[in-house]
């Protein structure tokens, strides 16, 4: 994803920075297209892969909406542990 941020990218240029495989590379940004967060446009032989934007973004809200949830929960049972059980110290 960073490489991509940088500009649209074939599979042989994404895969220089990798061990993995050609093929490797293509499922993951066929993963990647599943989810969309990246898109493909054919060029002859080739297929230029880039950014989604709106896909990161609506990524980028679901991580924030979870871990919003998830340390309000984590207040919530430690405002409820403190009062039931004040002896109790947390560090």
Do not use: N
Request: glycine letters at 6%; a neutral charge.
């Amino acid at each position: 994803m960073q490489l991509l941020a940088t500009g649209p990218k074939t599979v042989g240029e994404l895969a220089e920075h990798f061990t993995a495989t050609r093929p490797a590379i293509s499922q993951h940004l066929a993963v990647l297209a599943g989810a969309g967060l990246v898109t493909a446009r054919k060029d002859g032989r080739h297929r230029h892969y880039s950014v989604v934007p709106a896909g990161i973004a609506q990524l980028r809200a679901e991580i924030d909406r979870f871990w919003s949830t998830e340390l309000e929960l984590l207040v919530a049972d430690a405002t409820r542990r403190a009062t039931t059980h004040p002896e109790e110290h947390y560090s």
